[in-house]
């Protein structure tokens, strides 16, 4: 399963347990923001990186830190493990995680209440778990630094607008929302700390599901199905995928295509999803649902998240009829040395890119004589999600040599 189609499934899979795991250890008191006095309304400008919506915050008076807004994640998470050095903690704990990381028990550090410092707001009582080693590696696969994940906190008493068209978040008391003209609003329940919804799900032989998902900006994808083969079995058409890592090792499963997804009003069609694969899934959650909707859907909306008062609404937006496309290179690949060499991570079984031999290890130098150096790993994404059949030039450093070769895209899905 490739990185630019599900980009939060590496990851993804082990934040439950970790979410359940240290709330345990945190605050009894209410953990939110709110505006700071005599204001109503706050922007804050946000940047969109492989379908990660990312703001900038300060800890304690130190940063800024760039942080991944999540409603997928229950608390505040820091995944940078230098932070601890530099935010002037008065004091942690050390807390033993099991499962989580590659056999062994993983630990972390449960802060005493952070001053998160996000213009025009004010944090109550916030406090984090912080990794005391990066099991997600996000700052390689965004191509940037990332510190962490912010969620329920943030959301938990203010009413927050999205608007993708210009990279804003609008945030005001939800006595103060004025939603946009003509939108849906959209019941949700939030419980343990996460949004949940009830949608419907048609499948491409016409069944129907209907489904209780959690609302989760922090995932690329636009919707994964649960225990798919159990209830259901597999669509006629699908291909088997690497899903990500998760608690014990990687995530088996499955993508394909549904005829269309029910939310509200809204009726969106041919969408891409994934499916874990349910003899060997390792997905853990506290509350029973159906699976999870992300933000490869929610992105061609102007959304707006109202948790007090149970509510979400949403109006199209400008990429409400783009068509979902997959990676046709094959190519799971991030940004090492300090973000400036691209390499290959992995190659999906008969793609474009295993049909070249491309490897594991190989680095990518350019792309239609472009070096991937003057390129985000977004550009890159889209050039591999083009067009079926294109062919790209491109320049590979292998075995101690350069190398040129022709990948022609190919569509799979």
């Known amino acids: 399963m490739l990185f630019n189609l599900f980009p939060k499934l590496k990851w993804l899979l082990a934040l439950p347990l970790l979410c359940m795991f240290l709330c345990c250890f945190s605050t009894a008191k209410a ?13 804050i400008p946000f940047r969109m990186v492989r379908n990660m919506i990312i703001i900038k915050l300060k800890i304690n008076d130190q940063g800024p830190f760039n942080f991944i807004l999540d409603t997928g994640v229950g608390l505040m998470i820091i995944t940078e493990p230098n932070l601890v050095d530099s935010i002037n903690l008065t004091s942690k704990r050390s807390i033993k995680i099991p499962g989580l990381g590659e056999g062994e028990d993983a630990e972390a550090y449960i802060s005493s209440i952070l001053k998160v410092g996000i213009p025009g707001l004010e944090s109550h009582d916030v ?4 990794l005391k080693k990066d099991h997600f590696n996000l700052s390689n696969y965004a191509g940037m630094p990332i510190d962490g994940l912010l969620g329920y906190e943030f959301f938990a008493n203010v009413a927050v607008k999205i608007n993708f068209a210009d990279s804003t978040l609008s ?19 939030v419980e343990q700390r996460k949004p949940y919804i009830q949608m419907k799900v048609t499948f491409p032989n016409g069944n129907k599901m209907d489904a209780k ?20 079995g597999l669509p006629a058409k699908y291909i088997p995928g690497n899903l990500g890592v998760g608690l014990n090792g990687p995530i088996d499963g499955f993508i394909s295509r549904v005829k269309d997804v029910e939310i509200g009003k809204f009726r969106i069609k041919d969408v891409l999803a ?17 699976g999870n909707l992300g933000l490869g859907i929610l992105k061609k909306f102007e959304v707006i998240f109202d948790y007090p008062d149970n509510a979400l609404y949403l109006k199209k937006g400008a990429l409400f009829d783009e068509p979902f496309e997959h990676d046709m290179s094959g190519l799971e690949y991030y940004s090492v040395g300090n973000f400036e060499h691209v390499v290959i991570g992995r190659v999906e079984p ?58 022609t895209l190919k569509r799979r899905i």
């Open 274 to 290: 994934s499916f874990p694969d349910d003899s060997k899934s390792q997905i853990v959650s506290s509350v029973p649902r159906d």
């Open 213 to 232: 998902m959690v609302i989760d900006i922090g995932a690329g994808h636009p919707i994964s199905i649960e225990n798919m083969i159990k209830k259901n």
């Open 127 to 130: 406090s984090a778990a912080i």
């Open 350 to 407: 008969g793609s474009a890119g295993d049909l070249i031999g491309l490897e594991k290890g190989d680095e990518i130098m350019s792309i239609n004589f472009k070096p991937v150096t003057k390129m985000t790993l977004e550009e890159i994404d889209s050039i591999f999600k083009s067009r079926d059949g294109r062919g790209l030039l491109l320049e590979i450093y292998h075995d101690n040599r350069y190398d040129k070769v022709i990948l």
């Open 31 to 43: 953990q939110y923001f709110d505006l700071e006095k005599n204001r109503k309304h706050v922007t």
């Open 171 to 189: 945030v005001c008391r939800p006595q103060d929302l004025r939603p946009f003209r003509k939108s849906n609003r959209i019941p949700i329940n």
